[in-house]
């Protein structure tokens, strides 16, 4: 996507992509390749920072998710701890009450 130098004189082509095949628009030399040009450019800005804030987000959603995986592993082993001290015992992912006490 830009200006092309062709035979000295500079030409504005806007390239678009459909599938594998690759078209060129031609704008000109003018001023209307200049405003086209110029418009293009600020479409590639907007593009980026819109990548950049769902990169952060996505950094800020991982820190959210990496904090509740503690938590939760937290409240697990506290959970664990209390039903052993209550006389529960795992098995195959139940919790079961121990019929005789040692």
């Given at each position: 996507m830009g200006?092309?130098?062709?035979g000295g004189q500079?030409?504005?082509?806007?390239?678009?992509?459909?599938?594998?095949?690759?078209s060129s628009e031609y704008f000109g030399s003018g001023s209307v390749a200049d405003l086209i040009s110029e418009m293009?450019?600020?479409d590639r800005e907007e593009r980026r920072l819109?990548?950049?804030k769902r990169?952060?987000?996505r950094i800020e959603l991982?820190?959210?998710?990496?904090?509740?995986?503690a938590f939760s592993s937290a409240v697990r082993a506290i959970l664990?701890?209390?039903?052993i001290i209550s006389g529960f015992r795992p098995h195959k992912g139940q919790w079961r009450k121990r019929r005789h006490v040692q």
């Open positions: 200006w092309e130098d062709r500079l030409y504005y082509y806007r390239k678009r992509r459909n599938g594998p095949v690759v293009d450019r600020m819109e990548r950049t990169a952060e987000k991982a820190e959210l998710d990496a904090q509740a995986a664990s701890a209390a039903l």
